[in-house]
């Protein structure tokens, strides 16, 4: 465990140049699952051709958390900025994404698009992903999720 603390952020540096480059039309969606008996929010970003492009683990559901999601994903180099941003329903989108462009951390001209429907890849990737876990029964720890990715 001390080697992948030590040198986790280094082959990350390293191997992040040679992933697909994503597409600029982002679907972001959240569902839950268990880590350590506790239940939390998995955040995700795909592009429309259902590569992942960041993910975030979180306890709670808010504008907070939304933003720092955003901050995150936005902050990678390899990654396309987003030309289209579909998300659900979820209230707490809108009004971190208003307040990411007011602090000039995404660019003022994303169309945000709230549709249900037209989150479908991501929607039926977290079955993916549940099923993994559930044959895992669950995950133990924050660490082990992320290296799922």
């Known amino acids: 465990m001390r080697w992948v603390h030590q040198y986790g952020p280094q082959l990350e540096e390293k191997v992040r140049h040679h992933l697909k480059s994503t597409n600029d039309l ?6 839950y699952m268990k880590v350590k008996r506790q239940w939390m929010y998995l955040y995700r970003t795909v592009d429309s ?3 992942t ?7 709670s559901r808010d504008k907070q958390v939304v933003k720092r999601f955003f901050k995150k994903s936005l902050s990678f180099s390899y990654v396309s900025k987003p030309r289209v941003v579909t ?6 989108y ?3 994404i208003q307040e990411l462009k007011k602090e000039e951390h995404m ?8 549709v249900k429907y037209l989150n479908n890849i991501v929607e039926q990737d977290h079955r993916f992903i549940k099923k993994h876990v559930r ?3 669950g ?5 082990k999720q992320q290296l799922l990715y």
């Open 26 to 31: 982002w679907r972001v969606d959240e569902t």
């Open 87 to 92: 998300v659900d329903k979820n209230p707490a």
């Open 107 to 114: 660019p003022e001209g994303i169309p945000l698009r709230q």
């Open 53 to 59: 492009i960041d993910f975030y683990l979180s306890q």
């Open 94 to 96: 809108p009004v971190a």
């Open 49 to 51: 051709e259902g590569h």
């Open 139 to 143: 995950f133990k720890s924050h660490l």
């Open 135 to 137: 044959s895992m029964l």
